[in-house]
């Protein structure tokens, strides 16, 4: 069974940081290209920043020099660094993990609340 637990999301104020952490079990972790989405109130799910299992990163405009995506393949683990966090940060975060072999199989966690306010 295949699970991607994420954790870490909270209250922030405005210019705070928080880590984002999603562990994954029940995959060939380091095979697998992993991602951060989210879903804000009233709007479509997003791609904020995506990492393949190479290492190549790609993010959101919105959040470039802000966000950082990393992995770590020993802990089944990959992690979002949220720097100066706006309010319109402000999401359900989720985490995502994709692999396209003879076919595409995709994954995604239950989400983690993140809210960016004074």
């Known amino acids: 069974q295949v699970q991607l637990e994420e954790s870490g999301g909270g209250l922030v104020q405005p210019g705070g940081s928080l880590r984002l952490s999603c562990a994954a079990s029940g995959i060939i972790f380091s095979r697998y290209d992993m991602g951060w989405f989210r879903q804000a109130p009233g709007k479509q799910r997003e791609l904020v920043t995506s990492?393949?299992?190479?290492?190549?990163?790609n993010y959101a405009d919105s959040v470039k020099g802000r966000f950082t995506i990393s992995r770590d393949n020993a802990k089944n683990t990959v992690y979002l660094q949220m720097n100066s966090l706006k309010p319109e940060d402000t999401a359900v975060y989720y985490c995502?993990?994709?692999?396209?072999?003879?076919?595409?199989?995709?994954?995604w966690g239950q989400g983690t609340q993140v809210t960016v306010s004074s």
């Open positions: 990492i393949t299992s190479g290492g190549s990163t």
């Open positions: 995502n993990a994709q692999i396209l072999t003879f076919v595409r199989k995709e994954y």
